[in-house]
């Protein structure tokens, strides 16, 4: 099956409390590949690339509220370009 990119943008109280850590340990489990990012806005980036049938489930998890102690008011994603990624990671800029 083919791998697609999808970009996510995460809002709410997910800075300062392990956002991405947890999720770093979410996609690690799963056959994903790409980043997560703090972004300037406060807000989480994700760059997420793996089967829809998978990417699907990010989308379940992000809509059930993610990791304990997040609070998730909004979120986004859209298709980006599919990058070959050798595992997932926790990105500092």
């Known amino acids: ?21 947890y999720t770093y340990q979410w996609m690690k489990k799963r056959p994903i590949t790409g980043y997560v990012w703090n972004r300037e806005d ?5 760059k997420a690339f793996a ?3 998978v990417l699907a489930k990010l989308d379940d998890w992000l809509e059930a509220g993610g990791p304990i102690g997040c609070k998730i ?4 994603a859209t298709s980006c370009d599919y990058e070959e990624m050798a595992d997932f990671s926790i990105r500092h800029y």
């Open 1 to 21: 099956m083919m791998k697609i990119g999808r970009e996510y943008i995460i809002q709410g109280h997910v800075q300062g409390v392990g956002f991405r850590f």
């Open 42 to 46: 406060g807000s989480v980036g994700i």
């Open 51 to 53: 089967q829809e049938h």
């Open 73 to 76: 008011i909004f979120w986004s």
